[in-house]
């Protein structure tokens, strides 16, 4: 199995892959040709196949674990695959050695510590009881779908384990934003984190190729998860009103602005504070990932549509031969610069 990781400009190679979606589209001379996205664990390549294409067509759906021949390009500074065959993955290939599970990508990080030290988090920063439960009992309720969904199908997380990847990530973001910021209500921050895009495990649907549900394109994560907190909610005797308000508001506005599919514009610290880590995580996610898959000489990656420009893939900093200046012990992590 050769991985979409690996694969390199000029190389002809023949794996196996997953497709996650296919299209027909137009050349240039107003003929028809399929585009497909190939994915395995280590990540995703968009996939031409120029001709004959209804022969091909037939041959793949989304969804289906394929085995293909094809050639690397660099097409715009991202590689891309020019396809020559394609056919769906038969039981001679698994007697061979094929395994389904190279397909699927995943998260870099083991789910079950992900799992628990979301639970450890959770256990040691909620106050109010009332929150705590309410928190346990939507885990425990979806488990399943929250240790393997991803977050997205594209932009950020978008990979099993990448839902529970990104709320755990979130939370610590937002104890680290409690603690430098007192006047914080941490539960709220807490639940906020954990709850923020609950909604998506009904806006996605088959974490293995994942997609968007009907219910998701009609009502959308926001709206599913504000659902999913109140019926969550009801289930606690007297769980207070004003908090749950402010729990709404949390998911409500968590994407921040009208245009970003946000119903409000979040309106209270804690919201602001949810607003920025969960963009900010997302937007690092896809700056690491795009770091990782790049696969060009030029100092830059591709143009990525999501960020609006090109990364600088340049060094670290490390290398650079000026002394490291010791950090204080405690208090606020300045980066303390020579000379100042
Ligand atoms: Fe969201
Ligand atoms: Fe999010």
């Keep these: 199995m050769r991985y979409i990781r690996d694969l390199k400009e000029n190389e002809i190679v023949v794996s196996f892959s997953s497709v996650r979606s296919k299209q027909v589209k137009s050349k240039r001379n107003g003929e028809p040709y399929l585009e497909l996205v190939l994915a395995d664990r280590t990540g995703q390549i968009v996939a031409k196949i120029w001709d004959d294409i209804d022969v091909w067509r037939e041959?793949?759906?989304?969804?289906?674990?394929?085995?293909?021949?094809?050639?690397?390009?660099?097409?715009?500074?991202?590689?891309?695959?020019?396809?020559?065959?394609?056919?769906?993955?038969?039981?001679?290939?698994?007697?061979?050695?094929?395994?389904?599970?190279?397909?699927?990508?995943?998260?870099?990080?083991?789910?079950?510590?992900?799992?628990?030290?979301?639970?450890?988090?959770?256990?040691?920063?909620?106050?109010?009881?009332?929150?705590?439960?309410?928190?346990?009992?939507?885990?425990?309720?979806?488990?399943?779908?929250?240790?393997?969904?991803?977050?997205?199908?594209?932009?950020?997380?978008?990979?099993?384990?990448?839902?529970?990847?990104?709320?755990?990530?979130?939370?610590?973001?937002?104890?680290?934003?409690a603690a430098k910021y007192p006047a914080l209500d941490p539960d709220l921050l807490v639940a906020g984190a954990v709850l923020h895009d609950i909604g998506k495990l009904e806006e996605l649907g088959n974490p293995k190729n994942p997609a968007y549900t009907t219910k998701g394109i009609l009502i959308g994560h926001v709206v599913l998860g504000r659902d999913i907190l109140l019926d969550e909610a009801r289930k606690i005797p007297d769980f207070p009103s004003d908090l749950l308000m402010l729990l709404e508001h949390l998911i409500l506005s968590h994407q921040g602005q009208l245009e970003w599919g946000s119903p409000k514009e979040p309106k209270t610290p804690e919201a602001l504070v949810l607003h920025y880590i969960d963009d900010l995580d997302a937007k690092m996610n896809r700056v690491f990932r795009l770091l990782r898959d790049d696969q060009n000489d030029s100092e830059f990656t591709a143009f990525d549509r999501f960020l609006g420009r090109a990364v600088f893939k340049g060094t670290p900093t490390n290398e650079s031969s000026e002394p490291a200046v010791p950090l204080p012990e405690s208090g606020w992590p300045l980066r303390l610069v020579a000379g100042e």
């Design 59 to 177: 041959q793949v759906q989304e969804g289906d674990s394929i085995k293909y021949k094809g050639r690397v390009q660099l097409y715009n500074g991202s590689r891309q695959l020019v396809v020559e065959r394609v056919r769906k993955v038969a039981p001679a290939d698994q007697a061979e050695g094929f395994d389904e599970s190279e397909l699927i990508p995943s998260s870099d990080f083991d789910i079950d510590e992900m799992w628990d030290k979301l639970h450890a988090l959770i256990a040691s920063h909620c106050r109010r009881p009332c929150i705590l439960q309410l928190l346990r009992s939507v885990l425990h309720n979806n488990r399943d779908k929250v240790r393997s969904f991803p977050a997205g199908t594209e932009i950020h997380h978008n990979y099993r384990g990448g839902f529970l990847e990104h709320v755990l990530s979130v939370l610590e973001s937002a104890l680290f934003f």
